[in-house]
C-alpha cells in the first residue's frame, strides 16, 4: 500500500533483503498493482542494499592487546590512543560529516586517478575537497599510515568480493511500518537541518520527531515542529 502521497505520478518497484531492485512500475495513488520480487543472483548482489554501517562493519580495527597506540594530536605532539578512543573516532571522526560503509566510501571510484596502492589511492581521497586538511587530521589520529592501511585493506577486501552479513528481515509489527522518505535538495548540497514540517505548510505533520545532525557537534536533536 501506498501512504498517504500527492496526487502524481511515482515510480514503484520491489526492494528488499535477499533480493535486487524489481523493474520499475508507472502507478499513482488509488492503482492496484501486482509487483513481483527478484531474487538477488549472488550474495553481492544482495549485499548492494544492506545498510552502509553493515558494510562499515567489516573495518579491521587493531586487538584490544595492541592499545594503547601511539598516534599524534592535531599540534604535531606524540600521544596515546585507547581502544575505546580508536572506535569513537571511527564513527565521529568520519561519520560526523557523512556516513560510512555506503558505496561511495567502500569502492575507489577510478577517477581519483592511478596510484601505487590503495593506500596511496587513500590519501589522496581524504586530501580532495576543502575539508580535505580535516579528513587528514582525523585520519591521523588513528596513526596515518595505520588508517592508511586499515581503510585500503577494508576496501581491497570488497573488490574482491568480501560481503557483510545479511540484516535480518522484519518480523512481527515492524512489518507494519512504512518510512517515507524524499530529497529536498540537489546531490551537491551540504544540508544538516531537518524539519518533520513542510516549511510552505507547518502545521503539517505537527509535533512530529525529528533527527538533526550537525557537522560541528556530535548529538541528536529532538525537535518539535509547529502546531
Known amino acids: 500500500m501506498l501512504p498517504d502521497l500527492p496526487k502524481a505520478r511515482y515510480k514503484v518497484w520491489v526492494r528488499g533483503y535477499g533480493l535486487v531492485d524489481s ?23 544482495a549485499a548492494q542494499y544492506y545498510p552502509g554501517d553493515y558494510w562499515y562493519s567489516l573495518l579491521k580495527i587493531p586487538p584490544r592487546s595492541a592499545f594503547p597506540l601511539k598516534t599524534r594530536t592535531a599540534g604535531g605532539k606524540d600521544s596515546q ?32 586517478g592511478t596510484f ?37 585493506d577494508w576496501t581491497n577486501r570488497i573488490s574482491a568480493g568480501e560481503v557483510p552479513p ?6 512481527g509489527v515492524e512489518r507494519n511500518i512504512v518510512i517515507t522518505m524524499w530529497d529536498f535538495d540537489t546531490d551537491r548540497s551540504f544540508v544538516h537541518d531537518v524539519v518533520s514540517t513542510d516549511s510552505r505548510n507547518p502545521t503539517q505533520n505537527a509535533y512530529a520527531v525529528s533527527y538533526t545532525h550537525l557537522s560541528t557537534v ?8 509547529p502546531g
Open 23 to 45: 523493474p520499475k512500475v508507472d502507478a499513482a495513488p488509488g492503482k492496484t498493482l501486482a509487483l513481483s520480487a527478484v531474487t538477488a543472483p549472488s550474495a553481492m548482489a
Open 81 to 112: 590512543i585507547t581502544q575505546a578512543q580508536y572506535l569513537f573516532q571511527l564513527k565521529r571522526g568520519c561519520e560526523v560529516c557523512h556516513q560510512m560503509g555506503n558505496k561511495a566510501t567502500r569502492d575507489l571510484e577510478p577517477s581519483l
Open 116 to 152: 601505487d596502492s590503495p593506500a596511496l589511492a587513500w590519501e589522496r581521497r581524504l586530501m580532495s575537497g576543502q575539508v580535505g586538511p580535516e579528513m587528514t587530521q582525523a585520519l591521523n589520529e588513528f596513526g596515518h599510515d595505520r588508517g592508511l592501511a586499515m581503510f585500503a
Open 166 to 171: 545479511a540484516p535480518p528481515r522484519p518480523q
Open 218 to 225: 556530535w548529538y541528536r536533536n529532538i525537535q518539535r515542529s
